[in-house]
């Protein structure tokens, strides 16, 4: 039965984006040498796999850097997403008064307030996280809210009958019904924590002996090194898929509590 299930996942799932994987790639090396494109425009596929290859070490310590500072700023983001909204949940006038500057966080281009973001913290890791925690925050805080104030009237009539406090009702009635939020925000938030980093790291980022992928990114483009910078985008690209295939992992381990049916079915 397991290799039953283990045969039918590797059909119904991997194999279908490896065989496309491997069709781009064949693409990509065809137009490279079809139409003897310079190496300065677009390098073939294996200049870009020598160029991971030899910058495996760099590329290692730069996936570490910045996936200290992803992971850091998305459970500051979840934290305090989380609080914000708890806070949120409980009027509607204090909803009415914050939410805007959420929205106004939300939207406001990175490099409008790196300036503001260095004279206040530096350069460094803690600019990063900080860069991370805002673009990664506001999906926690909108679904949060929302879960938090959907739930079921007779349950929260059952909560007012007993006298239940605002706390009871928060923590035994609200929290349990935002959980699927919450965590459906945090899938979210995961892939733009590890976004921001790198973004982050365009601006605020380390100097040249500590640097994380957005750093190399940018360096390996100012001196038209196409084959690294490629190589570096890819390995940013499994890391991001990396991150929120396990942020994706816990969260349908933590809705099984939740649902009797399969969780991969909820929307």
Same mark, same amino acid.
């Given at each position: 039965?397991?290799?039953?299930?283990?045969?039918?996942?590797?059909?119904?799932?991997?194999?279908?984006?490896?065989?496309?994987?491997?069709?781009?790639?064949?693409?990509?090396?065809?137009?490279?040498?079809?139409?003897?494109?310079?190496?300065?425009?677009?390098?073939?596929?294996?200049?870009?796999?020598?160029?991971?290859?030899?910058?495996?070490?760099?590329?290692?310590?730069?996936?570490?850097?910045?996936?200290?500072?992803?992971?850091?700023?998305?459970?500051?983001?979840?934290?305090?997403?989380?609080?914000?909204?708890?806070?949120?949940?409980?009027?509607?006038?204090?909803?009415?008064?914050?939410?805007?500057?959420?929205?106004?966080?939300?939207?406001?281009?990175?490099?409008?307030?790196?300036?503001?973001?260095?004279?206040?913290?530096?350069?460094?890791?803690?600019?990063?996280?900080?860069?991370?925690?805002?673009?990664?925050?506001?999906?926690?805080?909108?679904?949060?809210?929302?879960?938090?104030?959907?739930?079921?009237?007779?349950?929260?009539?059952?909560?007012? *009958?007993?006298?239940?406090?605002?706390?009871?009702?928060?923590?035994? *009635?609200?929290?349990?019904?935002?959980?699927?939020?919450?965590?459906? &925000?945090?899938?979210?938030?995961? &892939?733009?924590?590890?976004?921001?980093?790198?973004?982050?790291?365009?601006?605020?980022?380390?100097?040249?002996?500590?640097?994380?992928?957005?750093?190399?990114?940018?360096?390996?483009?100012?001196?038209?090194?196409?084959?690294?910078?490629?190589?570096?985008?890819?390995?940013?690209?499994?890391? &991001?898929?990396?991150?929120?295939?396990?942020?994706?992992?816990?969260?349908?381990?933590?809705?099984?509590?939740?649902?009797?049916?399969?969780?991969?079915?909820?929307?």
């Amino acid at each position: 039965m397991i290799l039953k299930r283990l045969k039918s996942w590797l059909v119904d799932v991997v194999l279908p984006p490896l065989v496309l994987f491997a069709l781009v790639v064949a693409v990509w090396h065809w137009c490279v040498i079809a139409f003897r494109l310079k190496p300065y425009l677009l390098p073939s596929p294996l200049a870009v796999g020598r160029a991971l290859y030899n910058d495996a070490a760099i590329l290692g310590r730069a996936v570490l850097y910045t996936g200290t500072a992803a992971l850091s700023g998305f459970l500051a983001s979840l934290v305090l997403g989380t609080l914000i909204a708890f806070v949120f949940a409980q009027s509607r006038r204090i909803r009415s008064s914050g939410y805007p500057y959420f929205i106004f966080l939300q939207t406001v281009p990175i490099v409008a307030i790196a300036p503001l973001i260095v004279r206040w913290c530096g350069n460094g890791f803690q600019s990063v996280v900080l860069v991370a925690l805002i673009l990664s925050l506001f999906p926690i805080l909108s679904n949060g809210t929302q879960g938090l104030l959907e739930i079921d009237p007779n349950l929260l009539d059952l909560f007012r *009958l007993n006298n239940a406090s605002r706390w009871q009702t928060l923590i035994k *009635l609200r929290f349990p019904s935002a959980v699927p939020g919450l965590l459906a &925000g945090a899938r979210t938030s995961s &892939g733009m924590a590890v976004v921001g980093a790198i973004v982050g790291e365009f601006f605020v980022g380390y100097g040249s002996k500590r640097f994380g992928l957005g750093y190399l990114i940018n360096t390996t483009n100012d001196q038209l090194q196409i084959d690294r910078l490629f190589a570096a985008v890819l390995t940013s690209t499994l890391f &991001g898929i990396a991150i929120f295939g396990m942020v994706n992992l816990i969260s349908v381990t933590i809705l099984r509590r939740w649902y009797d049916g399969p969780v991969e079915d909820r929307k």
